[in-house]
């Protein structure tokens, strides 16, 4: 369906700010604004609720999608329509909270999975990826997308409570595993404030991290090119081996003083 004059969703189902009069100015990371085919029909394919138009519950899936949208795809804070200028701030699991531009210079997964404890299992390192290495890496892990959806919703505005989804299938390589097709996915509860235009102030996530990463991580590990010449150069080595073995079997070594045939001298 095509987009009115005064719609800013660009046809977009479930995200608004992506096109018309008020996105004239802004600055898009890629140069324009995104597409969410393939994650929508994700969505719509294994959502397990689907939301009555206009109710509380949609309105909340739809802030939120609209929100990452802009954490993803707008360059300046400025261009936000989602948060409160000068009041955003965003907390996962207790931890220090980001400003916006904090969480915006890091982007959405390296805020997400700052914790140390992720480094030292080699699951995830956010202070050694970047805005960009973040989303690369879990673009390819997840070639379809990482859907979204509201699972309930215990509390109204100005202070939102809700429990929600977030999964995708593995069907590529994460940090040298090997895609296992799997759904990986994780739970969590979110408290959303917002003022009187729903823009986010304050929001703070809870989840375990490792509800998501243990299903990257489950595939075997690829070898690197340098590993798969080592495996071929010692495959060769051995197939070799075992030619002049079996060329040789009944033979015993030359200049052997023990195996040599007849009576020593």
Known sequence: ?????????GGDRYRSH??????????????APPTYHAVN????????????????????????????????????????????????????????????????????????LSSPMLASTGAYDAAAETFKSSHDLFRAALPRGFAWEVLRVYSGPPVIVFKFRHW???????????????????????????DEQL??????????????????????????SEEERGEV??????SEAATVSASGADQPPQGCPFLSAGKPE
């Open 41 to 112: 029909a994700l969505f719509e394919a294994e959502r397990t609720q689907e939301w009555p138009a206009g109710s509380l519950e949609e309105t909340v899936q739809n802030v939120i999608k609209t929100w990452e949208m802009e954490m993803s795809h707008k360059a300046r804070l400025s261009d936000f329509k989602t948060v409160s200028p000068g009041r955003f701030s965003l907390s996962v699991n207790g931890g220090p909270a980001l400003s916006g531009e904090e969480a915006l210079a890091v982007g959405s997964y390296n805020a997400l």
């Open 18 to 31: 992506l096109a018309g009069e008020g996105e004239k100015d802004t600055v898009w990371r890629h140069g």
């Open 168 to 194: 995708g299938h593995m069907e590529g390589p994460y940090k040298g595993h090997e895609p296992t097709g799997d759904k990986v996915e994780f739970h969590g509860v979110a408290v959303l404030k917002v």
């Open 199 to 224: 823009r986010a102030e304050d929001v703070e996530v809870y989840y375990d991290p490792g509800e998501l990463l243990g299903g990257l991580i489950k595939g075997p590990k690829m070898m690197s």
């Open 1 to 9: 369906m095509a987009a009115s004059a005064t719609d800013s969703s």
């Open 233 to 238: 150069a010692l495959a060769e080595r051995l």
